[in-house]
């Protein structure tokens, strides 16, 4: 799971995995950062517009010619210079990617590994 620990959607995802007991590993951005490869990889899958995060306070404060204009390579930038820019949480169950949460779609995505 890639995020910020101190994100309330980031607490309910992990909370979800630890009732469950799925075993999986954390990646804090404001610790480690952020991969472009990896920025790249889930940019090609799902879009940028999934994966930049436009509603949070951190995006809404660029001015406007940063907000102007973005493809994904823009994007991309944004969010390895601004972490807090990405959706959160990304959790990657060695399948597929899962941007954002939602119990029901954990659920599925983690049929076989939850008791």
Same mark, same amino acid.
């Given at each position: 799971?890639?995020?910020?620990?101190?994100?309330?959607?980031?607490?309910?995802?992990?909370?979800?995995?630890?009732?469950?007991?799925?075993?999986?590993?954390?990646?804090?951005?404001?610790?480690?950062?952020?991969?472009?490869?990896?920025?790249?990889?889930?940019?090609?899958?799902? =879009?940028?517009? &999934? #994966?930049?995060?436009?509603?949070? *306070? +951190?995006?809404?404060?660029?001015? !406007? %010619?940063?907000? $102007?204009?973005?493809?994904?390579?823009?994007?991309?930038?944004?969010?390895?210079?601004?972490?807090?820019?990405?959706?959160?949480?990304?959790?990657?169950? =060695?399948?597929? &990617? #899962?941007?954002?949460?939602?119990? *029901? +779609?954990?659920?599925?995505?983690? !049929? %076989?590994?939850? $008791?």
């Amino acid at each position: 799971m890639y995020g910020i620990k101190n994100c309330d959607t980031i607490k309910k995802a992990r909370n979800f995995l630890d009732n469950e007991r799925v075993s999986y590993s954390f990646h804090d951005y404001k610790v480690s950062g952020v991969d472009k490869a990896k920025l790249e990889e889930w940019v090609m899958e799902h =879009g940028w517009e &999934t #994966i930049l995060n436009r509603s949070g *306070t +951190t995006f809404k404060a660029l001015d !406007a %010619g940063d907000k $102007a204009h973005i493809d994904a390579d823009k994007a991309i930038l944004l969010m390895m210079t601004n972490p807090s820019m990405i959706k959160r949480p990304i959790l990657d169950t =060695g399948k597929q &990617t #899962i941007i954002g949460f939602k119990a *029901t +779609t954990y659920e599925n995505a983690l !049929a %076989g590994a939850i $008791a």
